[in-house]
């Protein structure tokens, strides 16, 4: 079994891409709601982000502050805190359904996260996937999916790594900016090349 990580920035196509790869049967983790799904069920994780941001982190009813969260990481400047607790949880839980997949037969594991490259999930890549897109292609793209502004998408994206300079730490970089049918088509592609290269591991 191969495992694959795929980055992009916001706008880029990566998770449209994995979309296929699941149709044509990866296993495929998406990392911001395995995070996110981990804030909320893990009793540890839960405990330590409330220590550590305060009672505010989670609404009344127990689910995420997420504008509270987001105010605290990106506007005060503690997202290294935020992630020095929840990434060692994430690699262990994408560990365990790395394994779990191995045990179920799957030739592909996939999982996506924009910040891959500045990851410790990176170390577990067989290969790196990099979908890439003009920025203001991506902009178009969010203001329409998201009905966001486009300083707001701006803001978003100025948050995100520079993915132009991190595209060398790629094994392969897709480009985005025809349609959505060619970017379908591209991720085929690939995936047949990838399941392949995994057939003859065994």
């Given at each position: 079994?191969l495992h694959?990580?795929?980055?992009?920035?916001?706008?880029?196509?990566?998770?449209?891409?994995?979309?296929?790869?699941?149709?044509?049967?990866?296993?495929?983790?998406?990392?911001?709601?395995?995070?996110?799904?981990?804030?909320?069920?893990?009793?540890?994780?839960?405990?330590?982000?409330?220590?550590?941001?305060?009672?505010?982190?989670?609404n009344e009813?127990?689910?995420?502050?997420?504008?509270f969260?987001?105010a605290?990481?990106?506007?005060k400047?503690?997202i290294?805190e935020?992630?020095?607790?929840?990434?060692?949880?994430v690699?262990?839980?994408?560990?365990?359904?790395?394994?779990q997949?191995?045990?179920?037969?799957?030739?592909?594991?996939?999982?996506?996260?924009?910040?891959?490259?500045?990851?410790?999930?990176?170390?577990?890549?067989?290969v790196?996937?990099?979908?890439?897109?003009?920025?203001?292609e991506r902009?178009?793209?969010?203001?329409?999916?998201?009905?966001?502004?486009?300083?707001a998408v701006?803001?978003?994206?100025?948050?995100?790594?520079?993915?132009?300079?991190?595209?060398?730490?790629?094994n392969?970089?897709?480009?985005?900016?025809g349609?959505?049918?060619?970017?379908?088509?591209?991720a085929?592609e690939?995936?047949?090349?990838?399941?392949?290269?995994?057939?003859?591991?065994?």
């Amino acid at each position: 079994m191969l495992h694959i990580g795929v980055t992009g920035g916001i706008g880029s196509g990566k998770s449209l891409f994995l979309k296929e790869w699941e149709k044509m049967g990866a296993r495929v983790v998406y990392s911001d709601d395995l995070a996110q799904k981990l804030m909320l069920e893990n009793a540890d994780l839960k405990s330590e982000i409330i220590r550590i941001f305060g009672e505010q982190a989670y609404n009344e009813d127990g689910s995420l502050n997420r504008e509270f969260l987001a105010a605290e990481a990106f506007g005060k400047g503690r997202i290294s805190e935020l992630n020095t607790l929840v990434h060692p949880v994430v690699v262990n839980e994408l560990t365990m359904l790395k394994e779990q997949a191995e045990r179920e037969g799957f030739g592909l594991f996939a999982h996506e996260s924009a910040l891959l490259l500045d990851s410790p999930t990176a170390e577990m890549c067989d290969v790196i996937i990099m979908v890439a897109s003009e920025p203001e292609e991506r902009i178009r793209r969010v203001v329409k999916r998201d009905k966001s502004s486009e300083e707001a998408v701006r803001h978003r994206m100025d948050k995100q790594p520079d993915f132009d300079a991190l595209s060398d730490r790629a094994n392969l970089v897709i480009h985005n900016d025809g349609d959505e049918k060619q970017l379908k088509r591209k991720a085929e592609e690939v995936y047949k090349e990838l399941e392949a290269v995994a057939a003859g591991q065994t």
